[in-house]
């Protein structure tokens, strides 16, 4: 902060120089000088700007069909999201402005509401607004538990076997902070099981509540605990750095890298060798000498990042979630042979039987169940994250965790390319296009188009006018080359189809095309017949043509068909009579 430059940037630098050292391609690298020329140019001279930069860019929820009614005004404020309950039906979110907010089926009260009442619209939660969750999870009733960025946790929903920590049994409607034992700790981590919840300190103590029919709270009995306790036994001066839950199981990571396990295990989710339940923490022995760094717990089954990327897993495999290419169960770690490069992230959620994880590069795999099937082996997806598997393949379709905006993450190489389109601040070039300018970057245009590849070799012009293309055409043409995208109506698509045909941009062609498609009408199909027949699109062609016979009344009633071209004229009616469109 006291340099000439913010320290992100030396790190930016050090990417920079690293990619360019390992790769000879240069677009590659000129890509990347683009990218932090952009954020220097945008981020440095003002702090509070960046930030507002970065805060608009918000967390996708698309996938998850209860936020399908939610208007795009109010998706772009989620910063922070969970999606829950035996249907996926329940769901809570944070705005950039720390308001909570609660929408779903509420079944025992889980949505914090105050009431039972379900509601397909979000309801503010008065008492958790403001408060800044760290950690949030659910239970199988479902109850709720999060932590705060002060360390308080708060827990509300179903609490049948005391799953709240209140000491009672009654379902709580809203959100009540979890207080014995908890009052001078801070928490940084909860995780609930089916219907018991633990708790990890700064300290790197674990506390356990709820139920505890095999032992999962870790107190030595069977008997139900009321209130938070500290699960000592092995843990006691140990410090804990990761918990997790399965069903009726708890899992615990110290920070020299051992792992612990307690409660049920009669699928071998423990992976201690053997099938019986443990009422205290017991160490894995069979990962003696293994770092673990992360764990992640399905319905009955474990999965355990190691801190060089390999992962272990053990328990229950009826469906494959193991990932061992068959579907017995494992009592002890086995490694998974994944055959990729080396894996940062695990992910499994207590609710369901599938497995997932990400690879150094971002490559996401997953196996177990998905939608029905039995993957026995893990699974190469398109996926950009673990949480999309969960959206998608899971059943339910939950969140394996809470899903967070991260700071690291707010902007994409995409959306900063984007966002930099058509600024004067640091392009280099700007086109002239019926007297107005159009600004963008030569190293850019260069990368994403032969056309300019060429032209820019030849000229070093600042300023290029265009004459044959409207500015309308032109200027989402450029677009198109920062964003992947087109956004015209049909009939102006036919424009940028000509564009597309005269640079040679075949997937431009193809996406105008596809926008014409969408967009034709009675009162445009001529006139966009007749540019297809003028740029040689066969397929818009063929489209357009079906379209006109099978509205052929309308279509010959309209000023287009009127004006029609007579060639064109008598090569449509020659066409449509083969067809059978005059045989009435």
């Known amino acids: 902060k006291q340099q000439n430059l913010p ?3 030396s790190y930016g630098y050090y990417i920079s120089t690293s990619y360019r050292q390992k790769r000879t391609d240069t677009r590659g690298s000129t890509c990347l000088n683009i990218l932090f020329n952009i954020l220097y140019a945008r981020c440095y001279p003002d702090v509070s700007a960046c930030l507002s930069l970065l805060s608009s860019i918000m967390l996708d929820v698309g996938k998850w069909p209860v936020f399908a009614l939610l208007p795009p005004e109010e998706l ?6 969970c999606v829950f309950g035996s249907a996926a039906n329940e769901a809570l979110y944070v705005t950039v402005n720390d308001e909570v907010f609660a929408l779903g089926t509420n079944c025992s009260g889980c949505l914090g509401l105050g009431d039972l009442q379900s509601t397909i619209e979000p309801r503010r939660i008065d008492v958790l607004c403001g408060k800044k969750i760290v950690s949030l999870s659910y239970g199988t009733g479902p109850h709720v538990v999060i932590a705060t960025a002060d360390g308080e946790v708060f827990a509300w929903g179903h609490n049948g076997y005391s799953q709240l ?3 009672t049994t009654n379902h709580g409607l809203t959100p ?5 034992n908890l009052l001078n700790k801070r928490v940084t981590e909860v995780a609930c099981g089916s219907h018991h919840t633990i708790a990890l300190t700064t300290d790197g103590e674990v506390f356990a509540w709820g139920y505890n029919n095999s032992g999962q709270v870790g107190s030595g009995s069977t008997a139900n605990q009321p209130t938070p306790r ?3 036994s092995c843990l006691q001066n140990k410090v804990v750095v990761n918990i997790a839950c399965g069903q009726l199981c708890s899992m615990a990571v110290l920070d020299n890298g051992e792992t612990y396990g307690w409660g049920y295990n009669c699928n071998g989710q423990l992976g201690l060798g053997n099938n019986g339940n443990q009422q205290t923490p017991c160490r894995i022995a069979a990962l003696q000498g293994v770092n673990i760094i992360q764990v992640a ?10 801190d060089e990327g390999f992962i272990y897993a053990w328990g229950a495999n009826s469906y494959g979630q193991l990932g061992t290419g068959n579907k017995s169960n494992q009592a002890v770690p086995t490694l998974i042979n994944t055959d990729k490069e080396r894996m940062v992230e695990v992910a499994a959620c207590h609710t369901s039987h599938t497995s997932a994880a990400k690879t150094q590069s971002g490559q996401v795999l997953m196996w177990g169940q998905c939608r029905g099937q039995a993957v026995a082996c893990p699974h190469l997806t398109h996926f950009a994250s673990t949480d999309d598997v969960f959206a998608c393949f899971a059943t339910p379709a939950v969140t394996w965790h809470l899903l967070t905006v991260d700071g690291d993450d707010y902007l994409t190489v995409a959306q900063s390319l984007k966002r930099e389109f058509d600024s004067p601040d640091i392009s280099d070039l700007k086109f002239l296009v019926d007297g107005k300018c159009i600004h963008v970057h030569k190293a850019l245009l260069k990368i994403r ?6 032209l820019l070799n030849e000229t070093d012009e600042e300023s290029i006018e265009i004459h044959q293309f409207s500015y309308l055409v032109y200027r989402a043409f450029l677009e198109y080359l920062y964003t992947d995208t087109i956004n015209l109506p049909p009939e102006d698509a036919i424009g940028l189809l000509d564009l597309a045909t005269f640079y040679r941009e075949t997937r431009l062609k193809r996406l105008c095309q596809e926008t014409i498609k969408r967009g034709i009408s009675e009162e445009n199909a001529i006139t966009l017949l007749s540019a297809a027949v003028k740029y040689e699109a066969r397929d818009l062609e063929e489209f357009c043509f079906k379209f006109c016979v099978n509205h052929l009344t309308a279509v010959t009633q309209t000023q287009a068909f009127a004006d029609m071209d007579h060639e064109l004229l008598k090569a449509f009616i020659s066409k449509a009579s083969r067809y059978g469109a ?3």
């Open 7 to 9: 320290a992100h940037f």
């Open 76 to 81: 772009r404020l989620i910063r922070q999201a």
């Open 165 to 167: 920590g209140n000491g």
């Open 176 to 180: 009540a902070q979890v207080s014995t």
């Open 230 to 232: 500290r699960v000592s």
């Open 297 to 306: 717990c399905g319905y009955a089954h474990t999965l355990a990042l190691t």
């Open 449 to 454: 188009c032969e056309h300019f590849r060429v």
């Open 582 to 584: 005059f045989k009435n």
